[in-house]
């Protein structure tokens, strides 16, 4: 695996970190690369991808803190200590869900078609989410339950490990790819206004619902102390928030198909 770079005054850039960049720098390009072809302000693609920055940080580290707690933190932390940690375990879901409110309020403030930009930004969504995670793999973060197999693709053995495990990143990497892949295709052959969001929200929330069955849920925090992340129903807390994607993307489909 690679870590990253550090330098001789100890500063480190993780390749999560680089992943992470290439993802916004990378949906930029295809958000305005789509503006133009629609004859729309790219400004508005810069807007767009800045505040689903800010807004899918923010969201992705305080999700992370429902999963797993604050077991993290050191005694008595304050606001500053939590935003200090906000460089490591941030959780896709709730960068979701915290950049969806980020770019919903920057549409209503600028009175965009919120369906109409819903679609623009879908594709761009599985993109950003299947570079993230080859970031993951490369800092070993996010990994799969032992695996009885030893041999790629079913196994990776990582550095310094005796067992095996499912490469569940590069399961999700290429599933998300693919989703792009098909949306982006189908960007000019929309029916109604909102179809490719909302098919975003099931081919995504089916495909880390059934991912989430041979990933593991445990962390070592840094006091040595394994935590398990949210569980009801035999679920644990990703694969609910699927489940309410999966059926929000077919209800709305539905919905929207039957209203044009």
Not at 42 to 52: C, E, S, V
Not at 158 to 170: D, S
């Amino acid at each position: 695996m690679w870590p990253g770079f550090e330098n001789e005054n100890g500063i480190i850039i993780s390749s999560f970190g680089i992943m992470m960049f290439l993802a916004f720098v990378s949906c930029n390009f295809f958000i305005r690369r789509t503006l133009k072809e629609k004859k729309i302000d790219t400004k508005i693609g810069d807007d767009i991808i800045f505040w689903a920055a800010i807004g899918g940080i923010i969201g992705a580290k305080l999700y992370y803190y429902i999963e797993f707690g604050f077991s993290e933190l050191p005694e008595g932390a304050g606001v500053w200590d939590i935003i200090q940690s906000f460089g490591s375990g941030l959780v896709f879901y709730g960068g979701l869900i915290g950049g969806f409110f980020a770019v919903t309020l920057y549409l209503y403030i600028k009175k965009l078609s919120w369906l109409e930009y819903a679609d623009i930004v879908a594709p761009l969504l599985a993109l950003g989410h299947s570079i993230g995670r080859v970031g993951c793999f490369l800092v070993h973060d996010c990994d799969g339950i032992e695996s009885k197999y030893d041999f790629f693709p079913l196994a990776v053995q990582f550095p310094n490990m005796t067992t095996h495990l499912y490469p569940t990143q590069i399961y999700e990497m290429l599933a998300y790819f693919a989703i792009f892949l098909y949306l982006y295709s189908y960007r000019h052959k929309v029916n109604f206004k909102g179809e490719l969001f909302f098919e975003y929200l099931f081919l995504v929330g089916m495909s880390r619902f059934l991912i989430e069955f041979i990933r593991s849920h445990e962390y070592l925090n840094s006091y040595g102390e394994w935590v398990e992340s949210f569980n009801m129903f035999g679920l644990y807390g990703a694969q609910h928030i699927s489940l309410i994607m999966i059926i929000a993307g077919i209800g709305f489909h539905y919905y929207l198909r039957l209203k044009k």
